[in-house]
């Protein structure tokens, strides 16, 4: 007669082996991928705030930015970047569109390949501020606290929907 064993066969630990291998192979590739996209995304939205400083600073310095193309390198979030400036003309008389794109020094692409990202803005005489508010740098306070001390000519406030004018009693719309 032949006795019982209570064990696993060579054959049964072989097979769960194979099968575990193949699930830890398809987990580690899931989290190769997953640190891949991160890192990518991380590089792709630092690319973003380089190419918007870049603008930003375009803005500050109240200069014209020079029609045509231009580089530079920057230096942010311990990384060096290299952008790439484009000013163009358009249709409205006063206004021309800045496309800054943006990769990592170290990629070492073609001039139109290998931008992590390009973003636009524009720059001109007919561009207002948001919803037509000049601020006052002189008198008024905002929530209750006063303003930083005036600039010489500074500009007056305009009237901001929803907000009463300083020194209001009953702004429109309040019982």
């Known amino acids: 007669m032949r006795r019982a ?8 630990v072989l097979v769960a082996l194979a099968i575990v291998a193949i699930g830890m192979a398809a987990v580690m590739g899931a989290l190769t991928s997953s ?15 380089v ?34 400036q484009e000013v163009v003309a358009t249709e409205v008389p006063g206004v021309e569109r800045i496309d800054i ?3 990592p020094s170290e990629v070492k692409a073609g001039e139109d390949n290998g931008w992590f990202t390009t973003v636009s803005g524009i720059w001109g005489d007919a561009v207002g501020t948001p919803n037509g508010f000049q601020p006052d740098w002189g008198t008024q306070t905002f929530g209750g ?4 001390p005036g600039i010489p000519g500074g500009a007056q406030a305009l009237p901001t929907p929803g907000v009463p004018p300083p020194g ?8």
């Open 145 to 148: 606290l006063p303003a930083s």
């Open 35 to 49: 640190a891949n996209t991160i890192s990518y995304l991380r590089d792709k939205t630092l690319a973003q705030w």
């Open 51 to 84: 190419a918007l400083n870049q603008i930003a600073n375009l803005r500050l310095s109240g200069q014209q930015p020079p029609t045509g193309v231009s580089n530079g390198d920057t230096d942010f979030a311990s990384r060096s970047w290299h952008w790439r």
């Open 101 to 103: 794109s943006v990769r």
């Open 168 to 175: 209001a009693q009953n702004p429109p719309g309040s019982k």
């Open 5 to 12: 064993h209570g064990g696993f066969t060579l054959i049964e």
